[in-house]
């Protein structure tokens, strides 16, 4: 696995940096914090197994899935942005296991405005201006009036996209001023001491035992801050940090972002039509725990979003990726090339242990019992390919997996949300592959599984012929049956 610093240089626009050396002053006040991270939703263990690996604490993993909270210290708080798991990262400015709701609205929305002015934001006020301080200048948000905004949907990203939950944001447009932030280094206008700070708050909520709406909670919350700390509200254009309200059912926690867009974006420069976010292919990637001089297939590669993954983070293996369609295997040496090139600009070394080619996925060009991990995400059958052609490619991709992966000590993690048809499918092979174990996450909204398949020692080619029937010739067996 490559170390912290091999990291930072594969990271895209939320590349972190250690403190410079003039902030060392700042080394004897340390400041211990809880910081906050939206992951893949079914990895939250992975993300903890990473955060307790890389940064030395534990873990606690939050009742609403999806998240996880975790100690971090503010001479360490760059050491977060590297972590390969996790889509956004915020700091906790205080969170409530058990959170008691008044039962009519009308007082409930009152105790959330009374609540701005009783939170500790000092320490997480601190973490966020550091964050800034050795964070790379990227702040699109900051621009003129021809600086790019992202849409509002943005905004909860990574807090809500693994989750089909309600999201709101709210703001209310009025100028004030505000003493003691520090003076942004790309402001020309502002009077050092009257800088104004933007913001928005937005809101995230789960249960069907509240009383009030996201847009409501994240509307009066957002007024009691504007009023407490005297910012103006701003929807796109807000100073980077972002109060995030998340409510689950009794849990409330409110943090402050600590990144401007989700992490899961850094490696992938051109997508495609179901490109694969990169956090998720790290938490599949880690369930087959690669070893050095491992070769690594990915023979469903789209834009080389796992295989990519993989020559970053676990370099010590060899990975080889394919497609049969040539627009995708144009992305993937698209992707690998831009990784490249964004090594050799950083002055790291460019080369890469990937390569790329054009296939017949099931018959490929590879010597039989030669790979020692497949890694794939195979057609849901919604955006590519279809339902009813799945039931002739699972069983078929499968035998051509089983041929090529080493009988006894291969593995195989494939992502698919058709699990009838995966599950056939495996029931049909004869004995070639066992299932180790599922892992049950959301894609876009859909409910997927990847399972850890083990290549058995049952030699390839010796299991029984009713093993490579198709299903349309089971159906024409079946047909003739009824006729006779």
Known sequence: MSSLEDAAAEQGPETMEPIPAENDANAAHIITVTAGATVPTGFEHTAAEEVKEKIGVDVHISKDRGRIYFPITTDKLFQVHLLRSVDNLFVVVDRYDHYTFKESKEETLKELQELASKLPWTNALEVWKLNRSFKKKKCFR????????????????????????????????????????????????????????????????????????????????????????????????????????????????????????????????????????????????????????????????????IPLEGAIEFNSSFYVAGDNNDMAVNRTVNNVFHIQRRRADKGSASGMPIDTVRWDLCSLPIRTSSIDIII?????????????????????????????????SGKAVLLTQDKKCFSKALSRMGGLWRKLHTVWVNVGGLHAGVFLLKRTANTFGQTPEDVYESRGANNAQEEEKELS
């Open 142 to 305: 900051k621009g003129g009036s021809g600086a790019k905004t992202k849409p509002n949907t943005e905004a909860v990203d990574a807090t809500t996209e693994e989750q089909d939950l309600p999201q709101a944001a709210a703001a209310v447009e009025t100028q004030a001023n505000v003493e003691g932030i520090p003076e942004e280094e790309e402001s020309t206008e502002a009077a050092p001491e009257a800088k104004v700070i933007k913001f928005r708050v937005t809101c995230s909520r789960a249960g069907d035992k509240h009383s009030f709406s996201s847009n409501e909670a994240a509307r009066d919350f957002g007024g009691a801050v504007q009023e407490f700390f005297q910012w103006k509200a701003d929807m796109t254009k807000f100073d980077v940090e972002v109060v995030l309200l998340n409510i689950h059912n009794d849990e409330v926690v409110i943090g402050i972002a600590l990144t401007e867009e989700s992490l899961h974006r850094r490696n992938i420069s051109h997508f495609g039509p179901t490109t694969l976010r990169s956090t998720l292919c790290y938490g599949m990637l880690r369930l087959c725990k690669p070893q050095a001089s491992d070769i690594i297939l990915d023979p469903m590669c789209g834009t080389g979003a």
């Open 376 to 408: 794939t995400d195979m057609p849901f059958g919604k955006r590519m390919g279809s339902r009813k052609k799945n039931w002739d490619l699972y069983p078929s991709c499968l035998r051509e997996m089983a041929r090529v992966c080493r009988p006894g």
